[in-house]
């Protein structure tokens, strides 16, 4: 039988952190760092990102080859995203039928993906900075799911309908769901069920 020989890691991205383990010594200090929530192995990269401000399931492996197989592959990646707002019907017909987003300066079209109106509010750990609260206006709960992953993508297509995201929280990669984990937590894994 063969023997995997690399570590693998499954854990829920704080708000607040970026999803590497170094970064430019000059910023060094001003961001808070994967490395800080555990004692990782030499050669742990992230398979994939969430920017600073979103959260949820991040995979992480010892393993480059499995990482660039995930990341290029066509791994579903779902996301809840509260939304500013109550959103309409039209506006998620658009996301799943694809908008024009702006990607470093070009116009970019997105694919066709699946988005739906959750009718029950997830429950998620409470944010470390908070979120604008209901006496601001009335916010909705999303479903946003993309097998593409340009930066900040989500984030993006939910402005260029009229909605721009509050809160983002990745719950899933493949069959890797987030579950009940709480922020910060990491469960090794013996390997990842993609």
Known sequence: M?????????????????????????????FKLLGELHDFPEGTMSIGRL??????????TTNGKLSTK???????????????????????????????????GKAY?????????????PVFPERAKKIRDERHGPTSWISVTLTEGKFRQVKKMTAAVGFPTLRLVRVRIGKETLENMQAGEVIPRESFNL
């Open 2 to 30: 063969h023997q995997d020989f690399h570590k693998h890691f499954k854990i829920y991205k704080p708000y607040g952190y970026l999803s590497q383990f170094i970064t430019n010594q000059r910023t060094a200090g001003k």
């Open 70 to 104: 995930i990341t290029a592959g066509n791994s579903e990646k779902e996301y809840y995203v509260q939304v500013d707002g109550e959103i309409t019907e039209d506006a998620i017909t658009k996301m799943q039928t694809g908008v024009e987003i702006s990607i470093y």
């Open 51 to 60: 920017d600073k401000d979103s959260e949820g399931l991040l995979l992480l």
């Open 109 to 121: 079209q997105t694919k066709e993906c699946k988005a739906e109106i959750l009718k029950e509010r």
